[in-house]
């Protein structure tokens, strides 16, 4: 019986295994319609009959931590044909397709955590001493200087922008207005936040406002996160920033760097300069040469970049005066002063309150919150992110657009830009008088104007027709090769403008709607005459005036659209009240709908009032009056200008 039972069981594992290698064996043996994971590839190339039902695309598609990589994110390889309408993509050319992300995110934080009635762990425990006790311009408070400092102070407006004969009384390490709201007081911060490299673009800045942002940034910045602040001096002549400047930075062992431009670059190359001249810190922070940074600056604007690499940060601008150096918000937004940055159809940045729909998606007042752009002097990116997205346009020149384009690219290639309510930064802006900063002869003539139509023609798709539609002399403009960004923004799949719009900006044209096609556009010339209407620069309800025509453009730029808006960018001209004078107003879509053109007649007829439009060369002014054929006055001719 044992013998039995024995060989029984010895029978069943010979069968046993016989089975198991039959199974195996069929498990290995190649078959038509097999994936196969061991097939070989010869010499890189795929085998050469149908991949139909040899290999199959990985389903679902993959998922890297911080993006998304689906269909829309994928890069083709080799020289793929372009598909059909209609048509499926083969399965070659599925294999010869590339996932294109960029890095993800990898460095461990927490979010931020409110305690309401607990100081925050990173906010200063004693007030912050003065620069001088007692002194000038201390606490932002005004400072202002007698009559007899009246004309070094025009001097130094023209020369710099500012009164820098106050500023130089001022000291460096002065003491700020807190403009923050008193939540801010009471975030704690993860410790962990990244590190950061400032940098700062000058070009022939004053001294006192240049070395007071210095100073700021190092007196209100914590030590360990600030891993230097790297200066790009864009080609100054100035006598005071060159040796001198270059010894007073010795103070600080190395923390603060000089790097000088051989020709002059402008503010948006130089800013690329810097991004590859600042190497130490994993965040680049820009400011422009005349801010002082808040109280507890810092760790709000980096904390949502440490949490999430692909995020772009911009602090609350509070507006210095030029005279008096005081220190206040700046107007434009909500009750709380938020505002979320925005554009007109011409290009000019506006600022438009903070809606309901962004205010729903936040938890707590001062979090950060969505903006479709940024003013683009003052923000804070991953230092090896903003080299993923390419840096700026290397076709854009000196200044201008350079904002709208990082914006557009952010948003539309999978990051977020966010602007930060507990971090503020005081921006000293130009008075009145300032005598600029011309654009060096090498750049040629409309530099802005280019760098608005690169962008448009880069990022805005369709609804670049509004564009042109606000900016007609553009049409022509040469703007040079755009087809490297071009294909950046395919390869990455960046999303289309539409979406944009729809999903991130959809407030905008609740604010700046999108404008009617033009009839007609160009200078308003008094017929046959070298006169023509000039908005002299006024906006929302300043006169406009007759002067020499120019062919420039500019203030003399004017078109008139379906809907019978006579424009020029977002104002409107129309009848001051009851009165026969002629002023330039903000409008909205349907409004100042008043002006019909009659070429032919070389007429331009208000009709509400039945009056045409008139002037008084001698006077310099425009108005409306009862119509005349025989008024010579009343002549117009529309004549398009073409910017170059």
């Not at 379906?562 to 020029?568: F, S, T, V």
Request: charged share 25%; hydrophobic share 35%.
């Amino acid at each position: 019986m044992r013998v039995k039972v024995g060989f029984i069981l010895r029978s069943l594992l010979v069968i046993g295994t016989f089975l198991g290698l039959l199974v195996l064996w069929s498990t290995l043996s190649p078959k038509p319609h097999d994936d196969s994971p061991f097939r070989k590839k010869e010499a890189g190339l795929l085998p050469k009959d149908d991949l139909a039902g040899q290999f199959k695309p990985v389903v679902p598609w993959p998922r890297v931590e911080g993006v998304e990589v689906d269909l829309n994110s994928i890069r083709k390889k080799g020289k793929d044909l372009p598909l059909e309408p209609g048509q499926q993509p083969n399965q070659k050319q599925v294999i010869q397709q590339q996932y294109v992300t960029f890095r993800p995110h990898t460095h461990a934080y927490t979010s931020p955590v409110l305690k309401k009635g607990v100081l925050g762990n990173l906010e200063p425990k004693e007030p912050e001493p003065q620069g001088v006790s007692g002194g000038p311009g201390e606490g932002a408070k005004p400072f202002v200087l007698g009559p007899e400092y009246k004309d070094s102070i025009q001097a130094s407006i023209k020369e710099f922008g500012f009164n820098m004969v106050a500023s130089d009384m001022i000291s460096l390490d002065r003491t700020i207005s807190d403009l923050r709201h008193d939540e801010c007081k009471y975030w704690h911060y993860d410790d962990r936040l990244l590190t950061s490299s400032v940098v700062i673009v000058f070009h022939n800045e004053g001294w006192s406002t240049l070395m007071r942002t210095v100073h700021s940034v190092i007196k209100r910045t914590p030590r360990r996160y600030l891993a230097e602040i790297v200066l790009i001096d864009d080609f100054s002549n100035k006598v005071h920033l060159k040796e001198r400047l270059e010894d007073y930075i010795n103070q600080w062992n190395g923390l603060v760097k000089l790097f000088r431009n051989e020709k002059r670059e402008g503010l948006i190359q130089a800013r690329s300069i810097g991004a590859n001249k600042a190497t130490k810190g994993q965040v680049l922070i820009y400011l422009d040469a005349h801010c002082e940074v808040g109280i507890n600056w810092y760790p709000p604007l980096v904390a949502p970049i440490s949490k999430d690499r692909t995020v772009c940060t911009v602090p609350l601008i509070d507006s210095i005066h030029g005279q008096k150096f005081t220190m206040e918000p700046q107007g434009g937004g909500d009750h709380n002063g938020f505002a979320r940055g925005a554009w007109d159809w011409s290009m000019l940045w506006k600022r438009i309150p903070l809606g309901d729909r962004e205010k729903t998606l936040r938890e707590t007042l001062t979090e950060p919150y969505r903006s479709p752009a940024m003013a683009g002097g003052l923000f804070a990116i991953e230092r090896d992110f903003f080299f993923e997205l390419g840096l700026y346009d290397p076709g854009l020149q000196i200044w201008g657009g350079e904002n709208f384009e990082i914006s557009y690219k952010i948003w539309q290639c999978g990051g977020q830009l966010l602007f930060v309510p507990c971090s503020r930064v005081g921006h000293i802006y130009r008075l009145q008088g300032w005598q600029g900063n011309p654009p060096p002869a090498h750049v040629g003539s409309s530099p802005t104007l280019k760098n608005y139509v690169r962008v448009v023609e880069v990022w805005w798709d369709e609804y670049k027709d509004y564009f042109y539609a606000s900016r007609p002399e553009t049409l022509t403009l040469a703007y040079g090769d755009i087809s490297e960004l071009k294909r950046f923004r395919e390869e990455h799949r960046c999303k289309s403008f539409k979406w944009f719009m729809e999903e991130i900006a959809y407030d905008i044209p609740q604010h700046y709607p999108l404008p009617p096609k033009n009839v007609e556009w160009g200078e308003i010339r008094g017929y046959e005459t070298s006169y023509c209407i000039d908005s002299m620069g006024h906006t929302n309800g300043g006169n406009v005036e007759i002067g020499p025509c120019h062919r420039m453009g500019g203030n003399q730029l004017f078109r008139i659209n379906e809907a019978n808006q006579l424009m020029q960018y977002d104002q409107c001209l129309t009848r001051e009240g009851d009165n026969s004078a002629v002023i330039i107003t903000h409008c909205e879509q349907k409004q100042h709908m008043e002006w019909k053109y009659f070429k032919d007649l070389h007429r331009f007829t208000h009709v509400p009032s039945g009056k045409c439009l008139d002037r008084s060369d001698l006077l310099h002014k425009v108005f409306i009056s009862d119509c005349d054929n025989s008024k010579t006055t009343q002549k117009w001719e529309m004549n398009n200008i073409m910017a170059v």
